[in-house]
């Protein structure tokens, strides 16, 4: 009998046949496809006709169908619905999975053919999009080394192997100290702290092999303990340990490490070619230069320091109020910010809730792409991988668009987060594949099941990248749907939340689990007003970590990293009771990895191109203006990565965004 994760899928929609597929087809299947992804590569890399368009870089796109269909079917499950033998195949996989991958990017003679092709381009009377997909491919290469020879090339993988070795190191340092630090707790000192923080405690107390509650470095207790501790004392002891996580001295000090990590960044941009890391970073992203980064940063810097100045006289005189004189500390903040807001925003997320059924708040996300995009979902009878999923077939004019899957609740065997993923991507060659799209979320189940204001916006979120996907109209894979520049692709879903909020879309689905009543104008009001709160605080501390992060790629490296930052953050005035949201010694997202290192801007950059993007639907006077839903589709959402992202945003908006938008959203405007 043929595996059935590589058999033909004649099911509906060429759905994987999951009521087939069982654990023990995975492995199999999974040596027979790589195998024959790396035969189709080396028939590619030996051919010995002249290197074209078409037989190199199209059929590097047509190879790898195979493996596509095995982990596409593989991921969905071992990130949804894991299980002992599902994790295990998973750490089979993944190594070697890095190693099929990395030795296609190091093959040097398919490398020479690409090459090839990149010099002879003019000649080739390329499509505009088959020009971009060459120019990914050989960029793809050039940027993985595969220009180096000898001595270089021997140095970069010795960098490369270095570099993993640290970020691991730097990870497990700041695992080590957080795990280490914990402060023991009087039954007195419980005083003011909500239920679930004294219960949480008592669980860490036991943990720890302790006999009372403790306070530990875990996000779920420190931050609440700041937060609602009225003990001044305790809240400075426990705060200095969260803030020197990563540089207590000995073995697991992260400063020596930073310092390597930026030195051998540098060297590695330097031997491909690049004047400094960040030059290397940003070419791919639609930022490009750190001079546009730190423009977006600097105009957003002043407003926001201005407003935590404003809030820190607010809370300086409550905290003088209630007899504590002096200035106001790091250890200060959160405790009478979170007073602050409980005087003027309390939220009742209890009255809130009944308001929001997932049921609806699916109804409402499908009844504003029908609005905008004129799509229509019907409900599918199709086997899944687990009873919680459904599927719908997205229709337009009666034309078949793609099928939309939904995994909603929260269950043992899948990660904890929400995302959206392709289980087929759309593309048209070798042939018209149309997508297949899953937004998995974690919810709570109930009857009917219910959401929280954040709980919604992720469904939101995620079905805005679901739209990304389905709307996707462009010829080669690779460049489908999502496959966008880092700053870019959070565009479509941050940009689909604010439909959430549009107050005609609330009043239609926003209606009362028991009664059906619409959501009252007062919570409503709220909930809008509380997601502005202490607005100042978090984006200076933001801010600040990312202009830190982009002066230490940008030029030479810096030997002393914490000098750097002393003297970024002196620079800008950084307020006294604030501190960088990530200090250099356990900024994770820097350099546990390089994912995010010179690109921590990146969450700000998505978020003016979303509020300045939702701006041109007022502008046009509604949130459903049919002419700005087409040419949202036309020039964002169908075009994948065809084109770079800032024509894309040009052609759509007609000039690239700016930061007023984003000030105003977050109440930052003057
Ligand atoms: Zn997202």
Excluded at 54 to 72: P, Y
Excluded at 351 to 358: D, E, S
Aim: charged share 25%; with cysteine.
């Amino acid at each position: 009998m043929t595996n059935p994760l590589l058999s033909d899928w004649d099911t509906p929609f060429q759905l994987a046949p999951f009521d087939r597929i069982s654990d023990a087809d995975f492995a199999p299947a999974f040596e027979e496809a790589l195998k024959a992804h790396s035969a189709e590569i080396k028939a590619i890399a030996e051919s010995d006709e002249t290197p074209s368009f078409a037989n190199t870089i199209e059929a590097m796109e047509a190879a790898g169908g195979a493996l596509d269909k095995v982990l596409s079917v593989f991921f969905s499950v071992a990130g949804a619905d894991s299980n002992p033998e599902r994790e295990a195949l998973q750490r089979e996989f993944s190594p070697k999975l890095a190693a099929h991958f990395s030795a296609i990017s190091s093959n040097k003679a398919l490398f020479r053919r690409i090459a090839h092709v990149w010099e002879h381009r003019d000649a080739a009377d390329l499509s505009d999009e088959q020009a971009r997909v060459l120019m990914l491919s050989h960029r793809g290469f050039v940027r993985s080394g595969a220009a180096l020879d000898g001595a270089d090339g021997e140095r970069m993988t010795a960098i490369m192997g270095r570099l993993a070795e640290l970020g691991t190191g730097f990870t497990q340092n700041l695992l080590a100290d957080e795990r280490e630090w914990f402060m023991e707790l009087e039954e007195g000192d419980l005083e003011g702290l909500p239920g679930f923080v004294v219960d949480a405690a008592r669980a860490a107390g036991e943990e720890k092999g302790v006999a009372g509650p403790v306070v530990t470095l875990s996000r779920s207790i420190i931050t609440p303990f700041l937060q609602f501790s009225p003990r001044r004392d305790l809240r400075e002891k426990a705060f200095a340990a969260w803030a020197a996580r990563g540089a207590n001295g000995g073995e697991t000090d992260n400063r020596d490490i930073a310092a390597e990590i930026l030195a051998l960044r540098e060297e590695r941009a330097k031997l491909l070619g690049y004047g400094s890391f960040a030059d290397y970073k940003l070419e791919t992203e639609m930022a490009k230069t750190p001079g546009a980064v730190r423009d977006l940063l600097m105009a957003v810097w002043a407003p926001a320091k201005a407003q935590a100045e404003a809030d820190a006289a607010v809370l300086t005189e409550m905290m003088h109020a209630d007899g504590v004189n002096g200035d106001l500390e790091a250890w200060d903040w959160r405790y009478y910010a979170e007073k602050r807001r409980k005087a003027e925003h309390d939220l009742d997320e209890a009255a809130l809730k009944p308001y929001l059924q997932l049921e609806r708040m699916i109804e409402a996300s499908f009844a504003c792409a029908n609005r905008l995009f004129g799509l229509e979902f019907t409900p599918l009878d199709v086997p899944l991988y687990h009873p919680d999923c459904r599927a719908w077939e997205v229709t337009r004019n009666g034309a078949h668009v793609a099928v939309f899957i939904g995994d909603y609740f929260a269950r043992g065997s899948k990660r904890s987060g929400a995302w959206c993923s392709a289980m087929r991507g759309q593309a048209k060659f070798p042939e018209v594949q149309a997508p297949v799209v899953i937004n998995v979320c974690n919810f709570a189940k109930g009857d009917p099941a219910l959401l929280s204001y954040d709980d919604a916006r992720t469904l939101f979120h995620e079905f805005g990248h679901a739209l990304h996907q389905m709307l996707s109209n462009v010829t080669y894979e690779s460049v489908s749907g999502t496959s966008v520049a880092r700053d870019f692709v959070e565009l479509p879903s941050q940009l689909y939340e604010h439909w959430l909020e549009v107050p005609e879309v609330l009043a239609e689905f926003a209606t009362h689990a028991d009664t059906g009543e619409a959501m009252p104008e007062a919570i409503l009001q709220k909930v809008l007003g509380a997601a502005n709160f202490d607005m100042g605080f978090q984006t200076v501390e933001y801010v600040a970590s990312a202009l830190v992060d982009l002066a230490f790629h940008e030029g030479a490296a810096p030997a002393d990293p914490m000098a750097k930052q002393a003297e970024v953050l002196e620079g800008i005035g950084l307020p006294k009771a604030i501190i960088m949201r990530h200090a250099t010694p356990h900024f994770a997202h820097v350099f546990s990895g390089d994912g995010y290192s010179s690109g921590y801007y990146s969450y700000m950059w998505s978020e003016v191109m979303d509020a300045d993007a939702f701006e041109a639907f007022e502008e046009a006077g509604s949130a459903f203006d049919g002419e700005t839903a087409r040419a949202l589709e036309a020039n964002i959402l169908s075009t994948g990565g065809s084109v770079e992202a800032d024509e894309l945003y040009r052609r759509f908006r007609g000039r690239l965004p700016g930061v007023e938008a984003l000030l105003k959203g977050r109440g930052l405007a003057a």
